[in-house]
């Protein structure tokens, strides 16, 4: 696919002195600095470890997200006996996906392809940076000035460095299967390419929600969504077909 605009500086490779422990109860912060600098951590289960996260939510097959403090060369996920003393946790939760939303865009780029075949790709030198796909929406406004609509987005997130996505545009998209398998082969390749892998598949964002649509098993794609994504596909068709017959 061809790449077809960029802004912000070039990819950074991943920092050597990134570091992924559990914290000290000593953390040498003040209280407030540590709730500024809290946010939402996708991630893999395996990846967290056996420490006591109750606050951990799902969010799809193999993901999840976790409230972490960012300390800049440091991923550091706060197992609950840590969070009592920084608030309530569903304000706790409300001020992560803020800092979450007020990151910096460090590099936009969109891909293209044949047949109008197209979508976003956002890169940051933060390991946060696939974790925006919790506030996809506001991502999406953010970089290309349009509101998400209420059929949601295509989103994947190959690695801690990178996100990305589609926003559905009903009822103008008609080239959402293409896409859907232009970005199941980007996330695939990027995600076989990184050494901190978030997952390699593809998922439906609608209102917050992650639904796997395309899952690489061995390395084969599997299409996993249970029909509400084949409905509004025959529902984008049949808007085509009908304005081709109106016009």
Known sequence: MAESTAVGPPDRKDSAMWIFQRPSPFLPLPREEIRARLLPWITTRDIVGSAPYGHLRPLAPGLCDVLTLDLDNA????????????????????????????????????????????????????VFTSSRALALDALIEQVTGAE??????????????????????????????????????????????????VSPDVYWWREGTLTRLVHHDAGRPEF????????????????????????
């Open 75 to 126: 991923a550091l996920p706060l197992p609950d006996e840590h969070l009592g003393s920084l608030g309530k946790l569903d304000d706790l939760r409300d001020r992560a996906l803020a800092n979450l939303r007020a990151l910096p865009v460090e590099r936009h780029t969109v891909l293209r392809g044949a047949g109008n075949i197209r979508f976003d790709v956002v890169r940051g030198a933060s």
């Open 148 to 197: 998400t609509g209420p059929d949601g987005a295509l989103v994947a997130m190959p690695d801690r460095h990178q996100l990305a996505f589609r926003a559905l545009e009903f009822p103008r998209d008609t080239s959402l299967v293409g896409t859907l398998n232009a970005l199941a082969a980007h996330a695939r390749a990027a995600f076989e390419g990184s050494a901190v892998r």
């Open 224 to 247: 996993t969504e249970d029909g509400a994504f084949e409905k509004l596909v025959r529902r984008l068709a049949e808007t085509t077909e009908h304005n081709a017959r109106t016009y």
